[in-house]
């Protein structure tokens, strides 16, 4: 069944993995580097931003679809939509206001509102009407309180970062570099070695 709810998940396993990937790829390569060819290389913030946060925020954006699926056989493409409207308006009401509220304007951090966000009305929303709020099955309850709780981690971690600058450089004893209103002079790297590990120790001038 192409639009059901099995599809979504599947399709979801699939991004699972591809993070999965992303994420060993990004802890072993410069490990590979080093051992290989004797190259430092750094993965960092950059890398992450760029590959994990936007495949990780489709794969969340399709747990709000997937609640709107049947379990069992298949959907139009026109019942979806129709379900789909009202909690996708009142997401784009709410991500409208967090443009004004939260400055200045970050694709990332409102990319990941917006996520969380359309995962509280899509799973809150499932439960209209409210007067069916006590005849749910235990399950349910435990689902929307999972998903309310990626929101909330969403939310945090979005707010956590946004305003925060991270630059990474690869400098040479002598050189400097301007950042944030500051510049960083690399005076020199002392290599020393303690007990049974070497230590590199930077000396940086501000």
Known sequence: AFL???????????????????????TLYPLICETLWHTSVTVGFPYFTGTFVPLGLL?????????????????????LRQALATPFTVTL??????VYM???????????????????VTSLW????????????????????AHLGVAVMIFGM???????????????????????????FLDKIDHFKRG???VERAQIVV
């Open 4 to 26: 059901s709810r099995s599809m979504v998940i599947t399709v979801q396993n699939f991004f699972v993995m591809a993070l999965l990937f992303i994420l060993i790829l990004g």
């Open 59 to 79: 794969t969340l954006l399709l747990l709000g679809v997937a609640l709107f699926l049947p379990t069992t056989g298949q959907s139009s493409f026109q019942t």
């Open 93 to 98: 009401a709410g991500l409208t206001l967090a």
């Open 102 to 120: 939260v400055e200045p304007f970050s694709l990332k951090t409102h990319g990941s509102l917006a996520v969380a966000l359309w995962i509280v």
């Open 126 to 145: 499932k439960w209209w009407p409210f007067s069916s709020l006590f005849k749910k099955p235990l399950s349910a309850y435990a689902s929307t309180c």
């Open 158 to 184: 979005a707010m956590d970062s946004h305003g925060r600058l991270e630059k990474i450089v690869a400098l040479s004893p002598g050189e400097k570099i301007t950042f944030a209103g500051f510049t960083l």
């Open 196 to 198: 049974t590990y070497k």
